[in-house]
Each structure stands twice: as structure tokens, then as C-alpha cells.
């Protein structure tokens, strides 16, 4: 079977998952074990990495897809179990907020609405040093991936404890794995 590194699913072959702020991305929940979590994508995903050390995470990937590479990275906090997970925007699960597609967007129309939605819910809207748009009242930050030619959008979702400067590169706490240019 030929792989392609920028293959991109088409809406229809992505699995539908919701965010739900500071609880769950589709069937993972913030404060989940490893093991937890494993269990909760059993016959969807399949482990693909496991690291150890400071920053932990965990990246699956779609059962019998015509490509390689992750789907959704997770990462953990010792202290309380899973608090971020990040969507692969070429073959990650599409992710809605409140109907909002989060996953393989344009990131400027995707901020477009990302920013009328923080208005209507009085949110504050910040900038990583990326300048991917976030929200810490809603711990998200909408990061963007390359796919081929293109740049997609990438959210990352973290856990209430990790919400507070959730887009700062250099002090918040997702890992620095994450904000690595990802090219898969």
C-alpha cells in the first residue's frame, strides 16, 4: 500500500468528535490515565509513539489508514493525568466547539470565526508567539500545520490546569515538542 506524507482526509473520512472546555475531546477526557486513554480509542486508533521523561505524550493513529503518522497527540501532566491533546490537521478527527470545525480549516477564515465566537461568549482573544489565535478561557489554541502546500489548522485543548498562558511558547505549559514546526 503507497503512503503520501500530505495525504489529507476529506471531511466525510474523518472521525466527528466535540470539544467540551476543560472535560473531554471526543472520547478523552482531561485527568485520564494513560492507560484510560488507550482504552478509550480501542478499535478507533492505535498507539503509535510512547516518550517518557519530563513532557510525556502519545501519539495514535488511525486504524487501517493508506498513511503514517499520528492522528491526535496527547499529552500528560504527571500530577493530573492527560491535560492537552493536539489534532493532526491532515488525518486527525474533525473536532467541533460548539459546531465549530476546529480541524484542517484555513486558519484565517477559521480565525474569522473563532474571533466573532469569543465576542458573542464576552471571551478574550490572545496570540501566541506564533501568533496561532488562542483562548485561556476556553484552553485552546488554534495552531497551524503544513500540509504540502498548504496550512491548515491544528488545535491543541488543554486541561483547566494548563489553561493559563496556554499560548505562550515559552512559559505555558504544553510541551515544547508541540510548537516544533510539524510536517508529517
Known sequence: MATDVWC????????????????RVGPLEFGMTHEQAEAAVDGVLETGIWEGGCAEFWSVQLLNAPFF?????????????????????????QVTLDGMALVGQVPSRLENHFIDYLET?????????????????????????????????????VAEAWAE????????FIPHQEWKTFEW
Not at 490572545?126 to 484552553?139: F, I, K, M, T, V
Not at 498562558?165 to 505555558?172: L, P, Q, W
Request: hydrophobic residues 35%; negative net charge.
Open 8 to 23: 489529507v482526509l476529506e471531511e466525510e473520512q474523518r472521525l466527528p468528535w466535540t470539544f467540551t472546555p476543560f472535560e
Open 69 to 93: 503518522g499520528p492522528a491526535v497527540t496527547v499529552y500528560y501532566d504527571r500530577s493530573i493525568g492527560l491535560a492537552g491533546i493536539a489534532v493532526n490537521a491532515l488525518r486527525g478527527p
Open 121 to 157: 461568549h464576552k471571551m478574550e482573544l490572545l496570540y501566541s508567539q506564533n501568533e496561532d489565535p488562542c483562548s485561556e478561557q476556553l484552553g485552546l489554541v488554534l495552531r497551524a500545520q503544513r500540509a504540502g502546500d498548504l496550512v491548515l489548522s491544528r488545535p491543541v485543548m
Open 165 to 172: 498562558r496556554c499560548g505562550d511558547t515559552t512559559e505555558g
